[in-house]
């Protein structure tokens, strides 16, 4: 995958572009405190796809359980995996600087213009020198709003409900897009992202997901007896 060679190597493939010191873009404060999502959270809004499906995949097709939880989590998982590829592509070709790229650098602006040879005050080896130009576009948004879009779908696919639980479903779908757009307010508010890497993360996520669903693997959605009713019905429409 695209992603794993990039951060295998990022001294090799990142486009290591200059800086204008007067661009106040790029002259954010360091945040003294830890990132709003940190490690430990991200984990968790990761499981939600995967608890969601699992219930999802027990209530309404136990008898086929292993078979329909693994097409629906793996479909998941190549679409995450794509979504964070075509991410990593543009972050190293592009190599946009973060809001905070001077601070994290601590590159010396003093009476200078533009720096096309930006060097950092510690060993440009390390990850945060790096991490610091990739910007563009935000892969937390990318990712989790691919995450949430997708299981959006699948929530409209699977749960029925009648009387008040009716409401019970577009209540949860709502929730996952507002934790969807949450993480991308975090990432801006934490100076890690400029606002159109976010938006443009978030666009990229959710037509990602909108692909998956309705162009390329639409039947993952499908319960197995209604694969087998629609086999049945064009058998019996076919010559």
């Known amino acids: 995958m695209p992603s794993l060679v990039l951060n295998a190597n990022p001294g090799k493939y990142l486009n290591l572009r200059g800086v204008n010191c007067k661009d106040k873009n790029f002259n954010y404060p360091k945040t003294g405190a830890p990132a709003t999502i940190n490690n430990e959270l991200w984990a968790v809004i990761n499981l939600i796809p995967a608890v969601l499906f ?37 972050k190293f070709y592009v190599g946009q600087l973060r809001p905070d790229f001077l601070a994290v650098c601590e590159v010396d602006c003093t009476d200078k213009g533009w ?31 691919y995450s949430m879009v997708f299981t959006v779908y699948y929530i409209q696919a699977r749960m029925k409900g009648s009387g008040w639980t009716h409401l019970v479903k577009p209540a949860m779908q709502l929730m996952l897009m507002l934790l969807a757009v949450w993480v991308g307010y975090t990432r801006v508010n934490d100076n890690k992202n400029h606002l159109y890497d976010v ?41």
Not at 65 to 90: C, D, E, H, I, R
Not at 125 to 140: G, I, M, N, Q
């Open 54 to 90: 699992g219930v999802g995949e027990i209530f309404t097709n136990w008898y086929h359980f292993k078979q329909s939880f693994y097409k629906v989590a793996t479909t998941f998982l190549f679409g995450a995996f794509t979504s964070n590829s075509l991410t990593y592509m543009a």
């Open 199 to 239: 938006l443009i993360g978030l666009l990229q996520g959710g037509f990602l997901a909108f692909l998956m669903v309705h162009h390329l693997f639409p039947e993952v959605f499908k319960l197995k007896e209604e694969v087998e009713e629609s086999d049945e019905q064009q058998g019996l429409a076919g010559p």
């Open 115 to 145: 720096i096309s040879d930006v060097t950092c005050q510690d060993s440009q080896t390390k990850e945060p020198y790096y991490d610091a130009r990739l910007s563009f576009y935000s892969l937390y948004s990318s990712h989790v709003m």
